[in-house]
């Protein structure tokens, strides 16, 4: 059995991403306190906390119901997590090494939790938000010490999804980025690391995938089931293996430049047409794999060891779904 693990890290705010957070670390072998510094009375902060430790069992279940372990440890992760109240938080905060901030997704409420953070945190603690709608480089403008913070964005249902977005503003301190990723991949995440951008990365693409899913529904192209159908078997299976970008120089550069000049001229929509990046590899002749380079420099690697790895990967994929068959002779 892996031993816990003493850790000061601290999550401002109970709601739904703070569960998520605290579930990541104590499965970790973390301990990790839950803050709630929302005034609150007694009654009140008791019936919150109980919630909280309920969700943060169930989705405990959940994972020992999927066979990841014996529902016999999960009164020892769940016994990892404090959850205390304004009262309590700021000798909290002043031991806290690590903070997450998870307040509700108003200005107004990052005001106060980060003012919050200032008054009773080290100076030394990285403070990291949570936020999945404001860039850090306007988080950063409401805490007196800029240098110390930066946001990381986890993707619902936290304590699940492996991704982390990690977002620097241009003042964070590069050994504080790397402390938080560190600690992050420590705990099991997948942290990648990305300049304050409206959307991120998942979100952005997402947003695009999402919005032209649903306009195949409203124009009749497909129904609902079997578009989710073709993202499930088609979509999905794909880029969960090469991602996006490599799909680009897997398949050809070329390929995407073709396909993207005559979905713009079909449909009439600005949106299909290919971004400079892609016109300038085709018009370089770097088209990807075949080529040698593409987004990525291709010229050291064995290609063919490499499209293997990624078939086998493919095929683990396939059987997780139940498509593989043998051939039939």
């Given at each position: 059995m892996r031993p816990e693990t003493s850790s000061a890290v601290v999550s401002v705010g109970a709601g739904r991403m703070g569960r998520g957070i605290a579930h990541a670390f104590a499965?970790?072998?973390h301990h990790v306190c839950l803050l709630d510094i929302k005034p609150r009375s007694r009654e009140s902060f008791e019936k919150l906390k109980a919630e909280a430790l309920a969700e943060i069992a169930t989705s405990l279940h959940f994972l020992s119901d999927a066979g990841l372990f014996s529902p016999d440890?999960?009164?020892?992760?769940v016994s990892r997590i404090d959850i205390v109240s304004a009262e309590e938080a700021p000798a909290r905060l002043a031991a806290a090494t690590v903070i997450f901030e998870g307040v509700p997704e108003t200005e107004t409420a990052k005001r106060e939790a980060l003012t919050f953070i200032d008054t009773h945190a080290s100076p030394e603690a990285i403070v990291a938000s949570t936020t999945s709608t404001f860039l850090s480089t306007m988080l950063a403008g409401m805490t007196v010490n800029p240098r110390r913070f930066l946001n990381a964005h986890w993707l619902n249902p936290a304590y699940l999804?492996?991704?982390?977005?990690?977002?620097?503003?241009?003042?964070?301190?590069?050994?504080?980025t790397r402390t938080l990723v560190d600690l992050l991949a420590s705990v099991g995440k997948v942290p990648v690391v990305c300049k304050a951008s409206p959307g991120y990365i998942v979100p952005r693409i997402q947003a695009l995938a999402m919005n032209e899913a649903a306009r195949l529904v409203e124009e009749g192209v497909a129904s609902a089931e079997d578009i989710d159908k073709?993202?499930?078997?088609?979509?999905?299976?794909?880029?969960?293996?090469l991602g996006l970008v490599e799909f680009i120089d897997w398949g050809g550069g070329d390929i995407l430049y073709y396909a993207s000049?005559?979905?713009a001229g079909a449909t009439g929509e600005d949106r299909f047409k290919a971004p400079a990046s892609v016109e300038?590899?085709?018009a370089a002749g770097n088209i990807g794999m075949k080529t040698g380079k593409g987004?990525?420099?291709?010229?050291?690697t064995d290609v063919e060891t490499h499209r293997k790895r990624r078939i086998a990967e493919f095929v683990g994929l396939l059987r997780h779904l139940g498509q593989v068959r043998p051939p039939v002779l």
């Open positions: 499965y970790a072998g440890a999960i009164p020892a992760i999804v492996p991704l982390v977005e990690v977002s620097p503003h241009t003042g964070t301190d590069e050994a504080v073709a993202i499930l078997y088609g979509f999905g299976v794909r880029f969960s293996v000049r005559y979905m300038a590899n085709m987004f990525y420099d291709w010229s050291a």
